[in-house]
């Protein structure tokens, strides 16, 4: 095992780096679609059965399949870390999307209503009201699609691009247990770094959900 | 102030909300609309801010009909105040006081300072600014929510049943305090409540209305009482509406007799060496004031007179001036002969 690290050390690093990114770029990305995405979908109602089902179909496509279809739709070759990112993306806005929604949804009403009537144009009223009031319910999907995708990105390494992945096609080939017990390792870290890493962004955004009632 | 021109709304399932509505609000004055719901009171209320709009007819808000201004500006420009607050749960109390200066642009640190006067006006310590809504009672948010609504200083008011969701002793101490900010800053005031006493308790003017958006009266709370236009009214306003009546008049014209007269009752007022009553006392029994019947002073109601009368164990209220001196004792007779001799106004 030490052996295995002190020789292929650079290797892991890389790999654990790439892991990082393939990961982590989606989950920005999907973000970004999604918002504006639920927001629509929020304020004009009839959007919001059509975007739940095709978020709903879109999450249900197999992983493996969507790395081997997407380089026919987008031109790209097999190998490239493109496919990887691209599948991710999808995942995190069919996952965001409903996010995104329940989060604005879970605004009160008559607290939309009474930041209207004191003068909120729409825009100040979603960042500034909606939005910040959102994040709890938006953050904890956030943390369902980051550790999804750390685990999915290790499906890639079956294509060749799978950051942490790569450790197990390798052990595997070769019969040789400590890449793969690194590659679970790092993993199973990883997705704990992160999950922790939004779980303090959210206590940082919203000292207020933390206080208690009376 | 605010004008109300033959104001019709009507949504699009078809209901009239409004009919017609034609209504002054005076300036520096509280108006408020009552009635049971369904009446078209708070659609009428949102008319002002145009958080609903008007299918026909025009409201003016200092002169300048509404449809014709920026909604957001408009709404920075008059204060509001909903049933449980609103608040932002978000923001700590002084940012949700400084909620309209912030839209406005003012300094962080004006809005800031501005916000603690008035959470101090309100009546909440100064500890309170950093807390966030959800560590208040509803009463305590009630007052931040009327803070906020001062925090611009705006000359114009709207208070959508903003003591309801209070418990009774809580609403009746927000409603003293209310009337006692009314006096110093003489803001108009439209108030929108389902209950008739708090209307006739805060209003200057009260205008009731009827289902389908019908204004039934207009008027001051005394002439409602007195004079219920119509059988709705009248209905509205109760049974017991001769009794809050004399809520309105004051005891000052209320003749009373010496203390020491003589009169028809075993029970003697004790009175401490400065003649301050103490209580009542029979054969070695004793009531202390606060549990048999009271004082009043010329600046009590005829209501609070009679009250004290029936709680009396002598049947008599006690008149103290300003040092707590008795001065004078009433029983109900020279109640009910006073009023009797008062010709009641039913002049319309």
Redesign the interface.
């Known amino acids: 095992m030490l052996q295995y690290l002190s020789t292929s050390g650079p290797a892991v690093l890389s790999a654990l780096g790439q892991h990082v990114v393939l990961a982590l770029l989606p989950v920005l990305i999907g973000l970004a679609i999604a918002l504006p995405v639920g927001y629509l979908a929020h304020r004009f109602r009839w959007l919001y059965p059509p975007l739940l089902s095709l978020s709903s179909v879109l999450y249900a496509v197999p992983s493996l399949a969507l790395f081997v279809v997407l380089p026919v739709i987008l031109g790209t070759q097999i190998l490239d870390p493109l496919n990887i990112v691209v599948a991710l993306s999808v995942y995190t806005v069919a996952l965001l999307v409903r996010t995104v929604i329940d989060g604005l949804a879970s605004v009160p009403t008559a607290v939309t209503a009474a930041a209207t009537a004191v003068g909120f144009r729409p825009l100040g009223l979603l960042l500034r009201v909606e939005l910040p009031i959102a994040v709890p319910v938006i953050l904890a999907g956030l943390r369902v699609a980051t550790v999804s995708n750390v685990s999915l990105v290790s499906v890639g390494a079956l294509l060749g691009v799978g950051g942490l992945g790569a450790l197990f096609t390798d052990g595997l080939q070769r019969n040789y247990l400590a890449p793969i017990i690194t590659g679970i390792v790092l993993s199973v870290l990883l997705a704990l770094v992160l999950d922790t890493a939004i779980v303090g962004v959210q206590r940082v955004l919203t000292p207020w959900s933390r206080v208690g009632s009376r | 102030m605010i004008t109300f021109t033959a104001v019709t709304k009507q949504f699009p399932d078809g209901t009239v909300a409004v009919d017609e509505l034609t209504l002054d609000l005076p300036e520096g004055k509280i108006t408020v609309f009552v009635g049971p719901s369904g009446c078209g009171k708070t659609t009428s209320l949102?008319m002002i801010?145009r958080?609903v709009e008007p299918t026909s007819g025009q409201v003016l808000v200092q002169g300048r009909d509404v449809m014709t201004q920026d909604p957001?500006?408009l709404?920075?420009g008059i204060g509001?105040v909903?049933q449980?607050?609103?608040?932002?749960?978000?923001?700590?109390v002084v940012d949700n006081i400084a909620?309209?200066p912030y839209?406005l642009g003012w300094d962080k640190r004006r809005a800031r300072s501005t916000a603690l006067e008035l959470l101090e006006r309100v009546g909440l310590p100064a500890a309170y600014a950093k807390?966030?809504p959800?560590?208040?009672?509803g009463g305590q948010q009630q007052r931040v929510g009327v803070a906020?609504?001062l925090a611009a200083d705006p000359p114009i008011m709207l208070m959508d049943e903003p003591f309801s969701a209070v418990d009774p002793v809580v609403r009746a101490q927000l409603q003293a305090e209310f009337l006692r900010l009314q006096q110093d800053l003489g803001k108009t005031i439209a108030f929108v409540t389902h209950d008739i006493d708090e209307a006739v308790k805060l209003g200057d003017l009260v205008a009731v209305f009827r289902q389908g958006g019908h204004l039934a009266q207009v008027d001051t709370p005394e002439q409602l009482l007195a004079a219920p236009a119509n059988d709705f009214v009248a209905d509205f306003v109760g049974r017991d509406r001769g009794i809050r009546r004399l809520g309105f008049r004051l005891a000052d014209t209320l003749p009373v007799q010496p203390v020491g007269a003589p009169r028809d009752s075993e029970w003697v007022l004790d009175l401490d060496d400065l003649g301050r009553p103490r209580g009542w006392s029979r054969r070695g029994e004793t009531a202390s004031m606060q549990s048999g019947g009271g004082t009043f002073t010329t600046g009590d109601s005829l209501r609070t007179v009679l009250d004290l009368t029936l709680t009396s164990p002598a049947g008599v209220a006690v008149r103290v001036d300003q040092d707590g001196v008795a001065d004078g004792t009433v029983d109900h007779a020279a109640i009910a002969a006073h009023i009797q001799g008062d010709t009641v106004r039913v002049d319309r």
């Open positions: 949102r801010n958080m957001a500006e709404r920075r509001y909903i449980a607050a609103g608040l932002l749960p978000h923001r700590t909620t309209v839209l807390r966030y959800s560590q208040l009672s906020r609504a």
